[in-house]
């Protein structure tokens, strides 16, 4: 059974930074591309970050240059920074990966950024 775990959110001035990370089980890590999803308040989940397993990443226009993903295969974790964060990064940040087409998440680690 494929469980993604999510931790690392919490309280954020503007400016700052934080690390996320997500530990997955049940998978063969190495293979699969791994995604990091936000939803704010109110809004539709977006996709943020991707890395594959060939250690390629994207971003979303409104993180690039700003967020970095990477991800420990050795121990199977995925991990998004954050830098220079803004008021309108505020959201629940998922991990996600896709397995036989079938898509999986972790629980959401909340990040609030304000002064």
């Known amino acids: 059974q494929v469980q993604l775990v999510e931790s690392g959110g919490g309280l954020v001035q503007p400016g700052g930074s934080l690390r996320l990370s997500c530990a997955a089980s049940?998978?063969?890590?190495?293979?699969?591309?791994m995604n990091w999803y936000r939803q704010a308040p109110g809004k539709q989940r977006e996709l943020v970050a991707t890395?594959?397993?060939?250690?390629?990443?994207n971003y979303a226009d409104s993180v690039r240059g700003r967020f970095i993903i990477s991800r420990d295969n050795a121990n199977k974790v995925v991990y998004l920074q954050m830098n220079s964060l803004k008021p309108e990064d505020t959201a629940v940040y998922y991990c996600?990966?896709?397995?036989?087409?079938?898509?999986?998440w972790g629980k959401g680690t909340l990040v609030t950024v304000s002064p």
């Open positions: 996600n990966t896709r397995r036989d087409g079938m898509d999986y």
């Open positions: 049940g998978i063969i890590f190495s293979m699969y591309t």
């Open positions: 890395i594959t397993s060939t250690l390629r990443t």
